[in-house]
């Protein structure tokens, strides 16, 4: 949509002007006095033609960004107090969702730590329950072989050797409970999942939760990355996030 600012008879007037100017400037060589003047004479002309379309159209383009500026103290006026309303609602949801985060993070390391306390009591209730049981095998076997020597159903010598073999079974049987109870003591205990509460409304993202990285073993660091790259480290990280593949580190997510 356009608006005719100059009557038809002026536009055609300033078209006419236009080419003369545009025609004569390309034509003139200036290579004395006498061309010089006429070139002088021409900008002239040009520059009188400049006051008049200055004179018909500047009144139009002041008027323009008075009502532009009216327009933009408007805009600011209804616009900004709304910017700082959605400031606010950003920070209280953020303080917020940090703060469940945290919450579910503290609920979550309760839980594990409870079944791992729970898993730990299992595995030495187990391991005290084989021993036991180790020691009363044994105590039966010796009680066994000290009858039939009392009988004189075995001589001394070969008690002495069932004694031997007794005590070693019995040892044997001893270091087998103890090992089962310390495989179920570094079995893994499923890790407990607690989401936070935190509720999403379409176009309104959560807050943004950074990936940082934390060493973890510096032997398996590969040599790219000594003397520790920084900036490396942290690119890669926020790219590929928990399937960064980097030995010696640890990748987890600031609350």
Not at 15 to 28: C, G, M, P
Not at 182 to 208: F, M
Request: glycine fraction near 2%.
């Amino acid at each position: 949509m356009s608006t005719q600012l100059v009557g038809p008879g002026e536009t055609q007037q300033f078209e006419t002007s236009l080419a003369l100017f545009k025609q004569q400037a390309q034509a003139i060589e200036v290579t004395d006095k006498e061309s010089c003047l006429v070139a002088k004479t021409m900008q002239r002309d040009v520059r009188d033609y400049m006051k008049d379309i200055h004179a018909k159209l500047d009144p139009f383009v002041n008027s323009a960004k008075r009502n532009l500026q009216v327009a933009r103290d408007e805009l600011s006026k209804w616009i900004d107090p709304a910017e700082a309303v959605d400031s606010t609602l950003g920070t209280k949801v953020k303080t917020y969702e940090q703060n469940e985060r945290l919450a579910a993070q503290r609920e979550q390391d309760r839980i594990n730590e409870e079944n791992r306390r729970k898993a730990k009591e299992e595995a030495d209730a187990k391991a005290k329950k084989a021993k036991e049981d180790a020691d009363f095998d044994r105590a039966v076997k010796v009680a066994e072989i000290k009858k039939k020597l009392k009988n004189k159903e075995i001589g001394k010598r070969e008690a002495a050797r069932l004694l031997r073999e007794a005590g070693d079974y019995a040892e044997a049987m001893k270091e087998e409970a103890e090992a089962r109870a310390e495989e179920e003591k570094n079995k893994p205990v499923a890790e407990v999942q607690v989401k936070p509460n935190i509720p999403t409304v379409s176009g309104v993202p959560t807050s943004r939760r950074p990936w940082r990285w934390a060493a973890t073993d510096l032997r398996k660091i590969p040599d790219d990355f000594w003397i520790l790259d920084d900036l490396k480290i942290n690119a890669i990280v926020r790219n590929d996030k928990d399937k960064t593949n980097i030995p010696g580190i640890r990748v987890f997510q600031e609350p």
